[in-house]
């Protein structure tokens, strides 16, 4: 049973340009949901895609987009590129319909951005 | 408002007790978590507690939940140099799948043998 995959591992890029980030969900999940993380921070929630549509959204720019396809598998886009983009980017799957009353959401290894 | 807070290290030697603190300021959050981050790794979930609940506990692992004070804790009894990591405390309001977490900026544990 694989569980939650991204892709790619590492990544620099410059100041404004655009860059696109995978994940692939654990087995059986139906929800993404994709998490920020500075240096020496906690994780900060991007937003969440739920059966193709964003469900939800954390305070984050226009800049940073995202899209679920039918086979629940994400992406993370991020334009115009800010030296604060930065980060480890953590993708979350989670699945919606349990009867589970926690909120356990499974994370991948994250993908590391640099930004110069 | 939502901000957790945790402190930032804490050194113990192998064989004794680590407790790690947490408080929240959401009274509303109903789901407290908390998570492990080894270098280079995901954040893998710990444990877990419902606000309605004021301890739990799972084999090394004891949570106790004090709602009055927003405050949280985890005990992690006869640690081990591989309890090594950064440990994150989150919160939700929602249950589920549904909730969003927000996270603490994280206590850095360190094993000393």
């Known amino acids: 049973d694989a569980g939650v995959t991204q892709s790619p591992t590492h990544l620099i890029k410059t100041r404004g340009q655009q860059v696109t980030l995978r994940c692939s969900p654990k087995?059986?999940?139906?929800?993404v949901s994709w998490y920020q993380q500075a240096l020496g921070q906690g994780p900060q929630f991007i937003f969440q895609?739920?059966?193709?549509?964003?469900?939800q959204r954390g305070n984050f720019p226009d800049r940073f987009s995202g899209h679920q396809f039918p086979n629940y598998s994400s992406e993370l886009n991020v334009n115009a590129l800010l030296l604060g983009d930065s980060a480890l980017y953590l993708c979350?799957?989670?699945?919606?319909?349990?009867?589970?009353?926690?909120?356990?959401?499974?994370f991948g290894p994250g993908t590391r951005l640099t930004v110069l | 408002g939502e901000d957790v807070e945790q402190s930032l290290f804490l050194s113990v030697r192998e064989g004794d007790s680590s407790v790690i603190n947490c408080t929240y300021t959401?009274?509303?959050?109903?789901?407290l978590y908390w998570y492990k981050q080894e270098p280079g790794a995901g954040l893998q979930l710990l444990t877990y507690?419902?606000?309605?609940?004021d301890m739990k506990q799972d084999q090394r692992l004891t949570v106790l939940l004090n709602k009055k004070d927003k405050h949280l804790s985890l005990r992690i009894a006869d640690t081990q140099t591989g309890d090594s990591a950064i440990y994150f405390c989150?919160?939700?309001?929602?249950?589920?799948?549904?909730?969003?977490?927000?996270f603490g900026k994280g206590t850095k544990l360190s094993v000393k043998p």
């Open positions: 979350a799957s989670s699945l919606v319909r349990t009867e589970s009353s926690y909120n356990e959401q499974f």
């Open positions: 087995s059986g999940h139906d929800t």
């Open positions: 895609y739920y059966e193709e549509e964003e469900r």
């Open positions: 959401d009274s509303s959050s109903t789901y």
């Open positions: 507690i419902f606000s309605n609940m």
């Open positions: 989150a919160e939700s309001k929602l249950p589920g799948s549904q909730g969003n977490l927000i």
